[in-house]
T-cell receptor, first 110, second 116 residues
Framework: RKEVEQDPGPFNVPEGATVAFNCTYS??????FFWYRQDCRKEPKLLMS???SGNEDGRFTAQLNRASQYISLLIRDSKLSDSATYLC???????????FGKGTLLTVNP | EPEVTQTPSHQVTQMGQEVILRCVPI?????FYWYRQILGQKVEFLVS????????KSEIFDDQFSVERPDGSNFTLKIRSTKLEDSAMYFC??????????????FGPGTRLTVT
């Protein structure tokens, strides 16, 4: 089983749509969870940390289910500027090392 | 907003040559990292560094690689004898701590290394 597995995508949605990204991780010792976004040929940028209780930041909502080892990200009212690759990232039981999923490409169309 | 910076943005080198990639982490951060991303693949951890020593390294980080904090601001990755398969984007990252919410790692813009 891959350490961090994401929907392969790509997702193509119209502006204003709601889109959900799913992710599973294999290491039950993982303690920290994140969503990053990466534009083409750019660095990963932290979108949000994911907390056990779930958290929301404007149009973005992240959920964590430790029992199922599952993380999700919901984007509401998507904008053209949301077009990017969304990376699910966990610390994999190590304090130092982040383990990345391969990412899911999102294209928001006018 | 403070940010991680990296130089050069693009480095072309011949196989067998040594390269040094440079990074300036965010000033109050204590933990530093290198990652790489081969074109079309996922981001992979190479090494983490704290208090002037390596905290953790991956299998990729073999004897050809080394890291150093030569002064109070720079953090470098040296590849001693580059191979074609070292061609990738190399990202430097830093974090304030490695526990609680401040564990978040912030990435620099990357150095694209092309080995010919």
């Amino acid at each position: 089983r891959k350490e961090v597995e994401q929907d392969p995508g790509p997702f193509n949605v119209p502006e204003g749509a709601t889109v959900a990204f799913n992710c599973t991780y294999s290491n039950s010792a993982s303690q920290s969870f994140f969503w990053y976004r990466q534009d083409c040929r750019k660095e990963p940028k932290l979108l949000m940390s994911v907390y056990s209780s779930g958290n929301e930041d404007g149009r973005f909502t992240a959920q964590l289910n430790r029992a199922s080892q599952y993380i999700s990200l919901l984007i509401r009212d998507s904008k053209l500027s949301d077009s990017a690759t969304y990376l699910c990232v966990v610390n994999g039981g190590s304090n130092y090392k982040l383990t990345f999923g391969k990412g899911t490409l999102l294209t928001v169309n006018p | 907003e403070p940010e991680v910076t990296q130089t050069p943005s693009h480095q072309v080198t011949q196989m067998g040559q040594e390269v040094i990639l440079r990074c300036v982490p965010i000033s109050n951060h204590l933990y530093f990292y290198w990652y790489r991303q081969i074109l079309g693949q996922k981001v992979e951890f190479l090494v983490s560094f704290y208090n002037n020593e390596i905290s953790e390294k991956s299998e990729i980080f073999d004897d050809q690689f080394s890291v150093e904090r030569p002064d109070g601001s720079n953090f470098t990755l040296k590849i001693r004898s580059t191979k074609l398969e070292d061609s990738a984007m190399y990202f430097c990252a830093s974090s304030e701590v490695v526990w609680a919410a401040s564990y978040e790692q912030y990435f620099g813009p990357g150095t694209r290394l092309t080995v010919t």
